[in-house]
């Protein structure tokens, strides 16, 4: 029997108040998760003299603190989980003479599991952007479908910002030891020689990357007469800039010695007259002369 009366109108409150429940819980999953890629990232790579480093370090993290989401994932991907070299031409604001501290932190994947890491990253800016952005035109919250299908998607969503938030406490907890074994080096007593000289104790010497290499480089610029450097005119500049920076120190008996165990320069002998010694002089090898592998001074 009809009764000529409508069906009640379903309450729709209690669940668009789930709805804008779980929307702001989301929102602020993502706001934590954005926050979070943005201090790693801007302690992924550091570098700077003594006095400049902890500026340049502020001044990185301002400039992530406007990006976007989608922005810092590039980077996340590009430096802290790929293992490209460190662009070596940056030198931080750090002038010629002073010396520069570089830290760069990599946990790197590759091949197939990075290109899924990246994969999944994209997808979840995508998910990001579809809340804050799309949510409203997606869902009719004034249908009582809508509003079901919406707090279904909002589970998913936040399940799916959970996994990402477990992969970033990963990748910190790598950057955390990472950063302690930092900290251990720097406090151990042979890290003056690294940051100083260049040189590792107890190791044979890489002589490309040490400071005297890159010191007689510089005092060839200054002082080179048609390619070579009077040896006596260095060891003088060594005395008045960097007197620290002895023969002995990298485990040479004289400067001569140091040249040639470096395999990086051609000595010469020039006889004057009166003189029974000469002076030595020395040049820059050309590169297709150096040897592929750094030449070393075996220690005691």
């Known amino acids: ?14 669940l668009q108040n789930d709805i804008a429940r779980k929307v702001g819980v989301c929102i602020i999953r ?12 801007s302690t992924q790579e550091i570098g700077g003299s003594a006095t400049t480093i902890r500026d340049n370090f502020a001044k990185r993290t301002r400039e992530f603190a406007d990006k976007t989401l989608g922005q810092v994932k590039n980077t996340l991907v590009s430096g802290f989980l790929n293992n490209a070299p460190d662009d070596e031409t940056d ?28 994969d999944r990253l994209d997808s ?7 809340l804050v952005h799309h949510f409203t035109e997606r869902f009719n919250l004034q249908s009582y479908e809508d509003c079901q299908r919406a707090l279904s998607y909002l589970d998913t ?42 040189i590792v ?8 990357k040490t400071v005297v290499v890159q010191y007689l480089k510089m ?18 500049t060594f005395q008045e800039n960097w007197p620290e920076h002895t023969p002995k120190k990298y ?21 004057q007259h009166g003189s029974e010694t000469g002076q030595i002089w020395f040049r820059s090898k050309p590169k297709s002369e150096i040897p592929p592998k750094p030449a070393t001074v075996p220690m005691g």
Not at 30 to 39: A, F, H, I, N, T
Not at 124 to 130: H, I
Not at 164 to 171: A, I, K, N, V
Not at 251 to 271: A, P, V
Request: aromatic share 8%; net charge negative; with cysteine.
């Open 201 to 208: 104790d107890g190791q044979p010497h890489e002589w490309p």
């Open 219 to 236: 005092i060839e610029q200054d002082f080179a007469v048609d390619g070579w450097t009077c040896l006596a005119e260095a060891i003088k």
């Open 251 to 271: 485990g040479c008996s004289s400067w001569r010695h140091l040249i040639h165990e470096s395999r990086l320069f051609d000595l010469q002998r020039r006889r």
């Open 1 to 14: 029997m009809e009764t000529g009366m409508d069906e009640p109108a379903i309450d729709l409150t209690p």
């Open 124 to 130: 979840f800016v995508a998910l990001r952007n579809e």
């Open 157 to 198: 969503t936040h399940a799916a910002i959970d996994e990402q938030h477990q992969e970033l406490r990963g990748w910190e907890e790598s950057a955390i030891r990472i950063t302690k074994a930092a900290k251990e080096l720097i406090q151990s007593p042979g890290f003056e020689d690294l940051l100083i000289f260049g």
């Open 91 to 118: 030198n931080w604001g750090v002038g010629a003479t002073e010396s520069l501290l570089r830290v760069t932190i990599h946990a790197p994947l590759s091949g197939q599991k990075l290109q899924d890491t990246k």
């Open 30 to 41: 993502l706001q934590q998760y954005e926050q979070g890629v943005k201090r790693l990232i």
